[in-house]
DNA sequence: TATTCATATGAACATGTACTCACTTGTTTG
DNA sequence: CAAACAAGTGAGTACATGTTCATATGAATA
């Protein structure tokens, strides 16, 4: 039937529906576009780029991740649960303190290559 | 001199005073991590991970990528506008249409990664 | 030339988000 | 037990950002 998707936009003149089929075709799941877009947002921020480098350093614990960084350690605490959320790091409970890792080692890739990216440019 | 910075937090009662040391040396130039934000954080919106994906598939006009995600060309030329700026990806006049391709084989690889990472888990 | 169309863009609006501030929780230590 | 402290969290706020809408621009076509 051919029914019209949601598509009022260059429905009748649009240049290569052929290409625009196979394309379509050959498009994400949505899942997975979001996904990507969860990850890649997560080390879109720049406290949390620090935060997750300082971490590729070693394990540090909270107050010192502030310390690092120059901020409050509220703020620090705030992007941690998200990247703790996000599984991109781990925690370890010693006493008062709160120390945390990396735990993905995609993102450890992930970052070399966005650093490639931005150095070579 | 050890210039107190700008640190209000956890001065004295920081545990780990040589760790943080040791990791603020080797933290990423301030310029690097906002670079690093940038990058990341341009590949994270849905509407641009899509598109980046469309365009990974072939070379299209704005309004093919309209049509393929379903979204007002306006939308999509906004879009356009930020990774195209951010050299990401190129374009090519051809009559009344501009087309689209991608101008970096960084964010390619990016994608692959990222992409492991959102299949894997 | 007048019209149609693809693309671009500015303003307005709505939503998302990163930080601050105040407070809570749980642990150590005096 | 009480005080001190590290860490987590909810509310509020300021700012960033993605979309829509209206319009502009420039090219093809009637």
Known sequence: MNKPTNLDVC????LHLDRV???RGGMLDDR????LAEIFGLLGDRTRVRILH????GELCVC???AVLGTTSSAVSHQL???R???????????????????D??????????????LER
């Open 11 to 14: 429905e009748k003149h649009c």
């Open 21 to 23: 089929e196979q394309v």
């Open 32 to 35: 997975v576009a979001e996904g």
């Open 54 to 57: 300082a971490l590729s350093l």
């Open 64 to 66: 010192d991740i502030s």
């Open 81 to 83: 649960r998200l990247l």
């Open 85 to 103: 959320t996000a599984k991109l790091i781990k925690s370890r409970k010693e006493g008062k303190n709160v120390f945390y890792t990396l735990d």
């Open 105 to 118: 080692e995609h993102v450890r890739q992930l970052f070399a290559q966005g650093l490639d990216h931005v």
